[in-house]
């Protein structure tokens, strides 16, 4: 379905420029993008390089543990069946932390290694092939995170030229708690039936 739409802004932006005399502003806008985008990857690369190095010191020097630790009290809210001392805990702990500090591609990695034990956890996925509970809620938590340092897009922003990329925390900030609010809300509704089934 992308692809379609891809395909349509393509063909559309040409039609339009055909149309209105700017094929040479089009064409010159596709090169000079093409430069961008790979000074852009080079920008990101270093950066997702960074945090992936500091997820992984945090999480063999025990500091993502001291965090799960911290973020016990929510999460054991938010996943009540889930083993407190457990690895599914400990991966959910790490993406939540990952996803705190804005680093969705550090996250990425630890949350498919929290849906993997919540997998093996799940005993109606055996037998119906369902995700329980637990795995939703993971889904909704890993999607609509709240990011206490939107790490990833403030290095997008200062690679474009940004002034004041910092000034857009706030924004992040209630977009986060607003999308979580109603992904955590949607989960409750949604699967109570199943609770009481």
């Known amino acids: 379905m992308l692809n379609y739409v891809w395909c349509f802004i ?16 089009l ?9 961008d985008a790979v000074s852009l990857i080079i920008a990101m690369t270093g ?3 960074f945090w992936n190095g500091i997820m992984e ?5 025990g500091i993502v543990k001291k965090i799960a630790k911290v973020l016990s009290p929510i999460l054991s809210k938010l996943f009540p069946n889930v083993d407190k001392n457990g690895k599914a805990f400990a991966a959910i702990s790490a993406n939540v932390t990952a996803n705190l500090l804005g680093i ?26 369902t995700a329980d509970r637990n795995m939703i809620m993971f ?5 609509t995170s709240f990011q206490l340092m939107p790490t990833m897009i403030l290095t997008i922003m200062q690679s474009c030229g940004a002034s004041k990329p910092t000034s857009i925390i706030p924004y992040v ?22 609770k009481r089934e």
């Open 139 to 143: 889904v909704i938590l890993n999607t």
């Open 47 to 49: 950066a997702i390089c």
């Open 173 to 194: 900030w209630a977009a986060s708690v607003a999308g979580l609010a109603a992904g955590i809300l949607s989960v409750n509704i949604l699967c109570r039936d199943k």
């Open 27 to 35: 064409t010159n806008s596709v090169l000079n993008s093409a430069e």
């Open 57 to 61: 010191i945090a999480e063999k020097s």
């Open 10 to 25: 393509i063909i559309f932006s040409i039609i339009c420029a055909a149309a209105t005399g700017n094929m040479e502003s």
């Open 104 to 129: 969705g591609n550090a996250a990425t990695p630890l949350g498919i290694k929290a849906m993997r034990e919540l997998e093996n956890e799940n005993k109606l996925l055996k037998t119906t092939f």
